[in-house]
């Protein structure tokens, strides 16, 4: 299991730029996908961005051209800088982490194969 530590929320307007990172316990270079998932009130969870040696770079289409998902591998960071803003993206947002045995380029967001999460931190974006 990876520990994983999310910062960076907070309120913005509608329009602005939040940049969120997930600080992981161990290395994650290796057989890890890492992905951010986000979570509003009275809405199932879903996958909003993933990257890794072992997972093709994807996106929600909701988040498309807006949100950038990096991973820096000497940090064992793992950052989404989130611009254009809308009162949509509020959420709560989840860093998470899963072991790929082989490169998944299909159903990479699917929550079930994620298997250590952050407690999540909380983004606001008002109108």
């Known amino acids: 299991q990876v520990q994983l530590q999310e910062s960076g929320g907070g309120s913005v307007q509608s329009g602005g730029s939040l940049r969120l990172s997930c600080a992981a316990s161990?290395?994650?270079?290796?057989?890890?996908?890492m992905a951010w998932f986000r979570q509003a009130p009275g809405k199932r969870r879903e996958g909003v961005a993933a990257?890794?040696?072992?997972?093709?770079?994807s996106y929600a289409d909701s988040v498309k051209g807006r949100f950038t998902i990096s991973h820096d591998n000497a940090e064992n960071t793992l950052d989404l800088q989130m611009d254009s803003l809308k009162p949509e993206d509020t959420a709560m947002y989840f860093c998470?982490?899963?072991?790929?045995?082989?490169?998944?380029?299909?159903?990479?967001?699917?929550?079930?194969?994620?298997?250590?999460w952050g407690q999540g931190t909380q983004v606001t974006v008002s109108s």
């Open positions: 161990r290395y994650t270079a290796n057989n890890y996908c």
């Open positions: 998470a982490a899963g072991w790929f045995s082989i490169y998944a380029v299909s159903d990479v967001l699917r929550e079930d194969r994620f298997t250590s």
């Open positions: 990257i890794g040696t072992v997972c093709r770079t």
